[in-house]
């Protein structure tokens, strides 16, 4: 499978990930590469493998049903961009 | 004696314990070494003399009570993709070169718990992606035997700082060989530990089923000491395991006799660079001298675990890396036009060339219509790598290998063909593929430069890996060797 130019500003949209012009063309050849070596893999007969997620498969642990941690969101909201009353601020969404 | 900072890990908790040093002493000359050398070799983003003097001093006067733990007052340093509460922690980003951690990870807890001093933070490949250290938003760290060269990566800062003598004890973490290559390429010991056997509560995510924190230091036995403090069940890590920590420096000197070394044929066919295979002759000869056996074991799906890393890792990092947004933390590009551009542009302007390339390959492999051609068949090709190592270390205790295909290679060398510098993995990757822990220890040197030989164990077998080095570095001098001139 090979990339498009237009493949990659597709996919960089979906990722929120702003890339310039020439950033898009030197990626395109860059990610074809990659994929290249990714297809390596079509190889391999995995018919009726089962994916493995997790190395060790551990089991999810439960806890008891109480609150373990405290409000600290103004320590939290000191490090934002912009914060204001307890909200993060961001530009307008609806007008 | 020999200079303070030329002391391993365990030789200075020696003398604080017999208090021929105090912290403030150990604490002061590395950080005057760290002063002189670190504008070399980069390998500090953050030094935090201030806070290091202050618990030191601290550290002395509990010694002087009798109090602390037999740890008081030594030093660590910290790779910077460990959050630290009230410090800097980067993660090698420009998207976090603002960002002060609002607490510690929980590494940095245990080893603050235990009395250690932390002399900063440690330069790495941006978000640990990288086997170089050159994908740092601060710059390059530089290989201390040859400031030409590479240290590797990604946790190159914590391996060039152990080398230089900057830090004796140095974290780390491990997604694909970031701390085995490293510690190859300087000289250096370092362990990743079992998938679960570390928290990873706090630990910057980059690919959260391969990623494990770890150590680097001079010697096996320094690891076991830190491995001791950093290993056991975190509650606030749902894949940390609930698994009892040995004491790892008790076993260190356990007979090899009897021992099964298995090593994967793969590992040796005839890609294998002919001085690389005489260095590992001569570290399998002391193996056996010691009274360990050797036997020919397949990994038959090792050479796929390149192609499936390079699916799972940027798939796992395009959604953990979503976090930064620009909102609620780190950079935020100047007067955005709408939320949309807010996005795009602070996340354009804040990661690097590699990390995008990350995002990019993850966002396509997870896109709709491409899941089962990537993302599953990656995951069942895992399960078959898996299933390779469980098979193989049934019938031997320990797994050998060469950590790296070459020594550290020259800055700018390969940073123009990106699978070229995948390819720096081949060894180490499928060892995270299997959560299993694996190490590096010095090899002999190869025209003057470090190589590093690979143990991989059962899970949770950290023991019998420190066990086999320990023991190798008792009779060899090849992890005493220091780089001239620094």
Known sequence: MSLTSDDVKRVAKLARLGLTEAETTETLTQLNSILGLVDQMQQIDTNGVAPLAHPLELKQTLRADAVTETNQRDKFQAIAPQADQGLYLVPRVVE | ?486
């Not at chain 2, 706090?202 to 491995?227: F, K």
């Not at chain 2, 950093?230 to 890590?237: K, L, N, Q, V, W």
């Not at chain 2, 290679?409 to 995948?422: H, L, N, Q, R, S």
């Open chain 2, 1 to 486: 004696m020999s200079h303070i900072t030329d002391l391993s890990f365990s030789e200075l908790k020696k003398a604080l314990n017999d208090r021929t040093l105090s912290s403030v002493e150990i604490t002061s000359a590395f950080l005057d070494r760290i002063d002189a050398l670190n504008p070399t070799l980069n390998a500090f983003i953050t030094i935090t003399r201030d806070e290091a003097m202050q618990a030191a001093n601290d550290a002395d006067t509990l010694i002087s009570q009798g109090a602390g733990t037999p740890y008081t007052g030594l030093p660590i340093a910290h790779k910077d993709l460990f959050c630290t509460d009230g410090t800097l922690t980067t993660c090698g980003s420009k998207i976090l070169s603002n960002f002060v951690a609002p607490y510690d990870a929980q590494v940095v807890s245990q080893c603050k718990n235990a009395g250690l001093v932390s002399l900063g933070k440690l330069n790495m490949d941006e978000f640990a992606m990288g086997s170089s250290n050159e994908n740092s938003y601060y710059g390059p760290v530089k290989n201390p035997w040859d400031t030409t060269r590479v240290p590797g990566g990604s946790s190159g800062g914590s391996a060039a700082a152990v080398a230089a003598n900057l830090t004796p004890l140095a974290t780390a973490t491990d997604t694909g060989g970031s701390i085995r290559q490293p510690a190859a390429f300087t000289g250096t010991s370092g362990l990743k530990p079992t998938y679960g056997r570390v928290s990873r509560f706090g630990m910057i995510a980059y690919a959260s089923s391969l990623d494990q924190g770890g150590l680097i230091a001079q010697t096996a036995e320094d690891i076991a000491h830190g491995l001791g403090l950093i290993a056991g069940h975190d509650s606030r890590d749902s894949t940390s395991a609930d698994q009892p920590v040995p004491d790892y420096t008790q076993t260190l000197n356990d007979s090899l006799k009897g021992k099964v070394i298995g090593i994967p044929k793969e590992f040796f066919d005839d890609r294998l660079d002919s001085a690389m295979r005489q260095a590992m002759n001569e570290v399998l000869d002391v193996l056996k001298s010691l009274g360990a056996t050797t036997t020919e074991v397949s990994l038959e799906h090792v050479a796929e675990a390149i192609p499936a890393y390079y699916v799972i890792a940027p798939a796992e990092a395009s959604s953990n890396l979503s976090r930064f947004d620009g909102v609620r933390f780190g950079y935020r590009a100047d007067s955005p036009t709408d939320l949309m551009d807010l996005y795009e542009r602070s996340r354009g302007e804040g990661f690097g060339s590699e990390v995008k390339r990350r995002i990019l390959i993850g966002t396509y492999a997870l896109s709709e219509g491409y899941y089962d051609a990537y993302y599953k068949k990656a995951q069942q090709i895992r399960r078959l790598i898996r299933d390779d190592f469980n098979r193989a270390l049934g019938t031997c205790d320990l797994l050998f290998g060469p950590t790296t295909p070459s020594t550290a290679f020259v800055i700018g060398e390969k940073t123009a063909d990106p699978v070229a510098m995948y390819l720096e993995d081949i060894y180490t990757v499928a060892t995270n593929m299997a959560g299993l822990p694996g190490g590096s220890f010095q090899a002999p040197l190869i025209n003057g430069l470090p190589t590093g030989y690979q143990l991989t164990g059962r899970a949770f077998g950290e023991s019998m890996i420190l066990n086999a080095a320990h023991q190798v570095q008792t009779v060899t001098d090849w992890h005493t060797l220091r780089p001239e001139g620094v």
